[in-house]
Each structure stands twice: as C-alpha cells, then as structure tokens.
C-alpha cells in the first residue's frame, strides 16, 4: 500500500524564491499533518488540517508560510519569499482521525542558499 | 522548562544489551504518548504507543508514570539494527497536536 508521498524529495533555491510542497496523504485518512524538523528545533508541528479544514495554524513561524488543502488527497506549504534559515526537512504526516496515529511521509529536505 | 525533554545521548550499548530511556513532559493533564523511532535522514515510524498500565511489544517496553511525568523505553537484548533516534511524544490536554522531544540517540555495537 502506498504511504505518504511528498514531492519533491530534495529542493534548492534561492533566497526571495517561491517555494511550494506538496503532499499526499495515505488514501481514506481524514487528517494531515506539516512538520518541519531542524537540528536546533527538533521536529516541530506547523499545521494541520481534518476533513480539508485547517484546525490550528499556530505553528506556522511567520505570514510567508501558507498552507491549503484543496482535497482529500492533496495538500501544498508554500514560502513565499524563502529564506536561509528555513532550510530544514519538511514532513507531511497523515492519520485517520485526529486521534489516530499519524504516519509520515519521507520529508522533502529543502535548502535555502 | 521545554515541554517534552529527552537526554540527546548518544547511548553506546554493546549487542545484547539492556538500554532504558526517559522522557519528562511539563504538563500534567497531558493525554496520549507514542515512542516513535527515526533512522538517519529518514522519516519518523511508530514504535509504541504508552498506556498507563504499561505495555510491551517483544523486546520493547514502554511505561507511565504520571506521578513524575515522565515515560520510559526499555530495549531488551539490543540489536544492531536498533540504532535509530527515539523519539518521545507528548498530546497536550485538549489538542491532537503530537509534541516531540528532541530524541535519544542511540548506537548498539558490534
């Protein structure tokens, strides 16, 4: 069965650039998850969503993160303009239920030069 | 005070060994707690969930003890294989929001 995926897997750009990822949750799972994990930081929660609604943003660290959640299968963090230190891994997660365990995607490891 | 805190390690265990970890979290009427396990560059996978009577899974046990805040992870006759980075999870009362220590990293030698 296939897991979650995140695309891309490995990103560089520069500083000020536009920067989308993307994720697809595990088929028939209700909720998703977005982390973001640095060494500093550790893995840190950003956002998540159930039923395509965003529940609590409060994580996200400043307005040039936005996500969406446009359908069932589908989810996009976008920087908008990028910045060096938010070079870290983005991990998308999705779970059944809020209450359900929540299982990752492989990250897309984002570099901000 | 962090909300979730793990001693980083490393912990150098010889194969075979027994290895315990601990995990404190601040807020007392937190509600759910997970070990997750992380390879290098690889994403997080659960490895237990924590109930209050405690649980095991093979070589693997997890304990509670509200009391103190804190959950534990035991590891019985470690394998190579079980050098990862263990991750604690904490749910803070009245959210689904999972909160991650920092993880124990842990290497078993040969």
């Known amino acids: 069965d296939a897991g979650v995926i995140q695309s891309p897997r490995h990103e560089v750009t520069e500083m000020g650039q536009e920067v989308t990822l993307r994720c697809k949750p595990i088929?028939?799972?209700?909720?998703l998850f977005w982390y973001r994990q640095t060494m500093m930081r550790g893995l840190e929660l950003l956002i998540y969503f159930n039923n395509n609604v965003p529940i609590d943003d409060s994580g996200m660290p400043e307005d040039r993160f936005s996500a969406k959640m446009p359908n069932a299968s589908f989810s996009t963090l976008k920087i908008q303009p990028s910045e060096p230190r938010d070079s870290a891994v983005y991990f998308c997660?999705?779970?059944?239920?809020?209450?359900?365990?929540?299982?990752f995607g492989p990250g897309t490891r984002l570099l901000v030069l | 005070r962090k909300e979730v805190e793990q001693d980083p390690g490393p912990f150098n265990v010889p194969e075979g060994a027994t290895v315990a970890f601990n995990c404190t979290y601040s807020?007392?009427?937190?509600?759910?707690f997970f070990w997750y396990r992380q390879d290098c560059r690889k994403e997080p996978k659960l490895l237990m969930s924590?109930?209050?009577s405690g649980n095991e899974d093979g070589r693997f046990t997890a304990q509670l003890n509200r009391a103190s805040q804190y959950i534990s992870l035991l590891i019985r006759d470690s394998k190579l294989s079980d050098s990862a980075t263990y991750l604690c999870v904490v749910t803070p009362p009245g959210t689904y929001k999972y909160i991650f220590g920092t993880g124990t990293r842990l290497k078993v030698l040969a």
């Open positions: 088929s028939g799972h209700n909720s």
């Open positions: 807020n007392s009427a937190s509600q759910s």
């Open positions: 997660a999705s779970s059944l239920g809020l209450e359900e365990t929540q299982y």
């Open positions: 924590v109930y209050s």
